[in-house]
């Protein structure tokens, strides 16, 4: 692998240090900024909507200072001839800059006086007579409402378009003053200061008609901005928008006196100045740091370099054989004086295990020995076991080859062997042959290892020849194992097979259980309807038969000379009859209806959208004739709308008529009174919660955690399958898509909850289910 560029390890140092510094400065800088923008923009925002409603409200207690002054002059000219009101308008408006014109219109709209301030131009006796009958302002003001604004006045003195204000006095006298619109943003400027803040008033026209800079007064329209449409519309107005493509942020606030909207506008993200401030003092000081940084690291890193070069040259020269007795060197860095330390005791450690291998080779209870693989594979050392082993001395074999020691019979096969270790190693079996001519199997595992410019074999050896012959033993053992597993594994399909031949058949009792129980309930409900039915439709013919009798009795008076008497007798029998028939056959009608459509849901499961009150209702009539003859009754509290379900109403009676007759059977076993109630609503997860809770006996905790198991019951041997709650459990969990719990303690009766999804599962049923159901 080609490695990269090498660099000192003070260069390596300086980078880290500066690449450090940098980093950090650059994460804290940009973290800064992104918490610090959102800030300033929320501040901001906040400064423009407080600056708005402040020179909004300062526009309203200007024109409440000259509404106010207005009504002043009007009360001292009440009375007095257009002269002296004249006279009384010229000295008010004499040094007055609140109004430009002040004048006095007859009822009839007519000029009669008129005052003038210094600045404006013009004489009074020219505007005097003028007809202002026709003047929106004039006619704006009655007795009902003495005084109006408007803000967009043509001036009668100067055609400009003014401010104005009128109020009329009790004898009709209509008072107006014109307001210049430049005196009035003159004090607004005051009012807004000279922030980066650019602060519009604009009328009800959307005609900006103050610019605290001036650019847009007159020339800028904002009737179709979103800003003045949402103000217009009594919507929230926007806190964002664009201006001359310029992000902006604005607030808006309505002088309602005028119609008119002071608007304020600050520019967002980096043209805000206080972030354009913010982004260059964090960049200024990243190049500081940076450039304090490239000053102070190489120093420093070369300070912490030096105890290192020290340490290094101290192990080159250990490595050598040429320290002698120096110490190793030591600096002021911990972590360098303990690497000198560690590399100090690894240094005695080698020596020691150096020594300690040469005594493992020699006390290795398996024969081994070293050959030099440059050298014909001659042996150069061999411990005392493969001495033994082999019969020769170390003396003896050092400086040959195997070859040489006669202990190959076959020159091939020991060229094969060695042909191996070209691949670094070697594992595999040898026979060899001993000094004494003995012939032994060895186990034989040889590693190449490369000293310095040496390549040497490693070998050790494993006399197997006994572990042969063990073998042999166990491959007939194993052989006989195997045919006694056979056997076994014969007897044991045998014996699944049987099995498997009981389960089948408890499975078809399960399936016949259930449509025994099924049938049970069905003969049940019917019994009861046909009872229910019997009282309807007995009353009916009782009351047709006296209709028919009525009839016979009314024709034979007929022949004999009707009555009146006896006509309206008949007439009244007649309805009378009718009325008792058409009651007792619409009650049976129903009984029937609901009787029909709990019979097809239940054998069709089909699915259909349907309220839940729907098919409880149609579940409790047709199980009402079954409670009719028992002291038991049902109270249901079910919302008639809210609770619509997408799903199968057939399981879904089935398992709640179940969770019914099971209350009754069980619960109420042997007492003379009993209520069932059926309560729904829907749960904080959006399901459908559907309760039936009865006042019974309760379920017994040993059968609380196996209770929707098959064949559970507390009346086995007394005619209960318990196979009811299973059905409901299947029918809820598997086709509506819900969940069946219970809460029961003993005494204190117990409550079954259905958790129905209000849409069920898309997948038609299966043939097992329906067979459960």
């Given at each position: 692998?080609?490695?990269g560029?090498?660099?000192?390890?003070r260069?390596?140092?300086s980078?880290?240090?500066?690449?450090?510094m940098?980093l950090t400065?650059?994460?804290?800088s940009?973290?800064?900024?992104?918490?610090r923008?959102?800030?300033i923009?929320?501040?901001?925002?906040?400064a423009?909507?407080?600056?708005?409603?402040?020179v909004?409200?300062?526009?309203?207690l200007l024109?409440?200072?000259r509404?106010?002054?207005l009504?002043l002059?009007a009360s001292?000219?009440?009375?007095r001839?257009p002269?002296?009101a004249g006279?009384v308008?010229?000295?008010?408006?004499?040094?007055?800059?609140l109004?430009?014109?002040?004048?006095?219109?007859?009822?009839?709209g007519?000029?009669e006086?008129?005052?003038?301030?210094a600045?404006?131009g013009?004489?009074?006796?020219?505007f005097?007579?003028?007809?202002?009958?026709?003047?929106?302002?004039?006619?704006?003001?009655?007795?009902a409402?003495p005084?109006?604004?408007?803000?967009?006045?043509?001036?009668?003195?100067?055609?400009?378009?003014?401010v104005?204000?009128a109020?009329r006095?009790?004898?009709?006298?209509?008072?107006i003053?014109?307001?210049?619109t430049?005196?009035?943003?003159?004090?607004?400027?005051s009012?807004?200061?000279?922030?980066?803040?650019v602060v519009?008033?604009?009328d009800g026209?959307?005609?900006v008609?103050?610019?605290t800079?001036g650019?847009?007064?007159?020339?800028?329209?904002?009737?179709d901005?979103?800003l003045?449409q949402a103000?217009?519309?009594?919507?929230?107005?926007?806190?964002?928008?664009e201006?001359?493509?310029?992000p902006?942020?604005?607030?808006?606030?309505?002088a309602?006196?005028?119609?008119?909207?002071?608007?304020?506008?600050?520019?967002?993200g980096?043209s805000?100045?206080?972030v354009?401030?913010t982004?260059?003092y964090a960049?200024?000081?990243?190049v500081?740091c940076?450039?304090?940084?490239?000053?102070?690291?190489?120093?420093w890193?070369?300070r912490l370099?030096?105890?290192?070069?020290?340490?290094v040259?101290?192990?080159?020269?250990?490595?050598?054989?040429?320290?002698?007795?120096?110490?190793?060197?030591r600096?002021?860095?911990?972590?360098?004086?303990r690497?000198?330390?560690?590399?100090?005791?690894?240094?005695?450690?080698?020596q020691e295990?150096?020594r300690?291998?040469?005594?493992l080779?020699?006390?290795?209870?398996?024969?081994?020995?070293l050959t030099?693989?440059d050298?014909?594979?001659?042996?150069?050392d061999?411990?005392?076991?493969?001495?033994e082993e082999m019969?020769y001395?170390?003396?003896?074999a050092?400086?040959?080859?195997?070859?040489?020691?006669?202990m190959?019979d076959?020159?091939?096969?020991h060229?094969?062997?060695l042909?191996?270790?070209?691949?670094?190693?070697?594992?595999?079996?040898?026979?060899v042959?001993?000094?004494?001519?003995?012939?032994?199997?060895?186990?034989?595992?040889?590693?190449v290892?490369?000293?310095?410019?040496?390549?040497?074999?490693v070998?050790?050896s494993?006399?197997i020849?006994?572990?042969?012959?063990?073998?042999?033993?166990?491959?007939?053992?194993?052989?006989?194992?195997e045919?006694?597993?056979a056997?076994?594994a014969?007897?044991?399909?045998m014996a699944?097979?049987?099995?498997?031949d009981?389960?089948?058949q408890?499975?078809?009792?399960?399936?016949?259980?259930?449509?025994?129980?099924?049938m049970a309930?069905?003969g049940?409900?019917?019994?009861?309807v046909?009872?229910e039915?019997?009282?309807?439709?007995?009353?009916?013919?009782?009351?047709?038969?006296?209709v028919?009798?009525?009839?016979?009795r009314?024709?034979?008076?007929?022949?004999?000379?009707?009555?009146?008497?006896q006509?309206?007798?008949?007439i009244?029998?007649?309805e009378?009859?009718c009325?008792?028939?058409?009651?007792?056959?619409?009650?049976?009608?129903?009984l029937?209806h609901?009787?029909?459509?709990?019979?097809v849901?239940q054998?069709s499961?089909?699915?259909r959208c349907?309220?839940?009150a729907?098919?409880?209702?149609?579940?409790?009539?047709?199980?009402?004739p079954t409670?009719?003859?028992?002291p038991?009754?049902?109270?249901?509290?079910?919302?008639?709308?809210g609770?619509?379900?997408?799903s199968?109403?057939?399981?879904?009676g089935?398992?709640l008529?179940?969770l019914?007759q099971?209350?009754?059977?069980?619960g109420f076993?042997g007492?003379?009174?009993?209520t069932?109630?059926?309560?729904a609503?829907?749960g904080?997860?959006?399901?459908?919660?559907?309760?039936?809770?009865d006042?019974?006996?309760?379920?017994?905790p040993?059968?609380?955690g196996?209770?929707?198991?098959p064949?559970?019951?507390t009346k086995?041997g007394?005619?209960?399958t318990?196979?009811?709650?299973?059905?409901?459990?299947n029918a809820v969990?598997?086709?509506l898509?819900?969940m069946?719990t219970v809460?029961?303690?003993?005494?204190?009766?117990?409550v079954?909850?259905?958790r129905?999804?209000?849409v069920?599962p898309r997948?038609a049923?299966?043939?097992?289910?329906?067979a459960?159901?």
């Amino acid at each position: 692998m080609r490695s990269g560029r090498v660099w000192r390890l003070r260069y390596h140092l300086s980078a880290l240090l500066l690449t450090t510094m940098a980093l950090t400065f650059a994460v804290v800088s940009t973290v800064l900024v992104v918490w610090r923008v959102p800030q300033i923009e929320r501040a901001s925002l906040q400064a423009l909507t407080d600056e708005v409603h402040d020179v909004a409200e300062r526009l309203e207690l200007l024109l409440g200072e000259r509404q106010a002054r207005l009504e002043l002059m009007a009360s001292r000219l009440r009375g007095r001839t257009p002269e002296q009101a004249g006279t009384v308008l010229a000295v008010n408006l004499h040094g007055d800059r609140l109004f430009g014109a002040v004048y006095r219109v007859s009822p009839r709209g007519r000029v009669e006086a008129m005052g003038l301030a210094a600045q404006a131009g013009g004489h009074v006796q020219d505007f005097l007579g003028s007809d202002l009958s026709s003047n929106a302002l004039f006619k704006a003001v009655s007795a009902a409402q003495p005084t109006a604004w408007s803000g967009r006045l043509l001036s009668t003195q100067s055609g400009a378009l003014v401010v104005g204000v009128a109020h009329r006095d009790a004898g009709g006298h209509v008072l107006i003053g014109e307001v210049p619109t430049a005196v009035l943003l003159e004090d607004l400027r005051s009012v807004a200061g000279e922030d980066a803040a650019v602060v519009w008033v604009v009328d009800g026209g959307g005609e900006v008609v103050a610019d605290t800079q001036g650019r847009q007064m007159g020339r800028l329209n904002l009737h179709d901005s979103p800003l003045l449409q949402a103000a217009v519309r009594g919507q929230p107005v926007p806190a964002d928008f664009e201006f001359e493509r310029r992000p902006m942020q604005a607030a808006l606030a309505a002088a309602p006196t005028l119609g008119w909207y002071v608007i304020a506008s600050m520019p967002r993200g980096w043209s805000h100045p206080e972030v354009r401030s913010t982004a260059l003092y964090a960049g200024a000081s990243f190049v500081g740091c940076l450039l304090i940084g490239l000053l102070v690291a190489p120093f420093w890193a070369g300070r912490l370099v030096r105890p290192l070069q020290a340490i290094v040259t101290r192990a080159a020269l250990n490595t050598a054989g040429r320290a002698g007795g120096s110490p190793w060197p030591r600096g002021p860095v911990a972590e360098f004086n303990r690497l000198s330390s560690d590399l100090e005791a690894m240094g005695h450690a080698v020596q020691e295990r150096e020594r300690k291998l040469q005594a493992l080779f020699n006390v290795a209870p398996v024969p081994m020995a070293l050959t030099d693989m440059d050298d014909a594979h001659s042996f150069l050392d061999v411990n005392d076991v493969w001495c033994e082993e082999m019969g020769y001395s170390r003396a003896e074999a050092v400086g040959l080859n195997s070859m040489e020691l006669g202990m190959w019979d076959s020159t091939q096969r020991h060229e094969a062997l060695l042909h191996t270790l070209d691949d670094g190693s070697f594992v595999g079996e040898a026979e060899v042959i001993c000094k004494n001519g003995e012939a032994k199997l060895y186990k034989s595992f040889g590693r190449v290892v490369r000293f310095k410019d040496q390549n040497l074999v490693v070998w050790g050896s494993i006399n197997i020849g006994a572990l042969r012959a063990v073998e042999q033993e166990l491959r007939t053992l194993n052989h006989d194992l195997e045919a006694r597993v056979a056997q076994r594994a014969d007897a044991l399909a045998m014996a699944n097979e049987e099995l498997s031949d009981t389960l089948a058949q408890l499975r078809s009792a399960q399936t016949e259980l259930v449509q025994t129980e099924k049938m049970a309930a069905l003969g049940g409900l019917v019994a009861g309807v046909a009872h229910e039915l019997n009282t309807p439709l007995g009353n009916g013919v009782m009351a047709i038969s006296a209709v028919a009798d009525e009839t016979r009795r009314f024709r034979a008076a007929a022949q004999a000379g009707l009555r009146r008497a006896q006509l309206q007798d008949w007439i009244g029998g007649l309805e009378q009859g009718c009325d008792i028939a058409g009651r007792n056959l619409h009650r049976a009608a129903d009984l029937v209806h609901n009787f029909k459509q709990v019979a097809v849901d239940q054998t069709s499961s089909q699915r259909r959208c349907f309220e839940l009150a729907e098919v409880v209702h149609e579940l409790v009539v047709s199980l009402r004739p079954t409670f009719a003859r028992t002291p038991y009754r049902i109270v249901v509290d079910v919302p008639e709308h809210g609770l619509r379900l997408d799903s199968y109403p057939g399981p879904l009676g089935q398992a709640l008529a179940n969770l019914i007759q099971n209350a009754v059977h069980h619960g109420f076993d042997g007492r003379d009174h009993g209520t069932v109630r059926i309560t729904a609503g829907r749960g904080e997860d959006q399901t459908i919660r559907l309760r039936v809770a009865d006042d019974g006996v309760g379920i017994p905790p040993a059968l609380i955690g196996r209770i929707f198991d098959p064949f559970v019951t507390t009346k086995k041997g007394r005619g209960g399958t318990g196979l009811g709650l299973h059905i409901s459990y299947n029918a809820v969990v598997q086709l509506l898509g819900g969940m069946l719990t219970v809460d029961s303690a003993p005494g204190q009766g117990a409550v079954f909850e259905m958790r129905l999804a209000p849409v069920a599962p898309r997948a038609a049923p299966a043939a097992g289910t329906e067979a459960v159901l």
